[in-house]
């Protein structure tokens, strides 16, 4: 089954905000731990930021001070809200259990011009 969707992204300029979000099935959602991940063309994955069931988080150096990632429990949703976006930022976005995954979705494409 599709455990994890995401969307959101889009094409925004420099200094541009995006939120990304993923609906995560319920199994997953109310007791694992959800990370945001990126892969720029030509680099790794990297891990973006994660959130804990109990709403503990955790961001990279690259996107900290910039990104706030939350989880809306009602909506079975984690959210990546994304401000001052860089050109480096480009990428596609994926969410997944962390550390731990699954099957990897589509993601979804941000792109930041300068």
């Known amino acids: 089954q599709v455990q994890l969707v995401e969307s959101g992204g889009g094409l925004v300029q420099s200094g541009g905000s995006l939120r990304l979000s993923c609906a995560v099935s319920r199994s997953i959602f109310s007791i694992f731990t959800i990370g945001w991940y990126r892969q720029a063309p030509g680099k790794q994955r990297e891990l973006v930021a994660t959130?804990?069931?109990?709403?503990?988080?955790y961001y990279a150096d690259s996107v900290k001070g910039r990104s706030t990632i939350s989880r809306d429990n009602a909506k079975n949703t984690v959210y990546l809200q994304m401000n001052s976006l860089k050109p480096e930022d480009t990428a596609v976005y994926y969410c997944n259990k962390f550390p731990s995954y699954v099957s990897w979705g589509q993601g979804t494409q941000v792109t930041v011009s300068s």
């Open positions: 959130i804990t069931s109990g709403g503990r988080t």
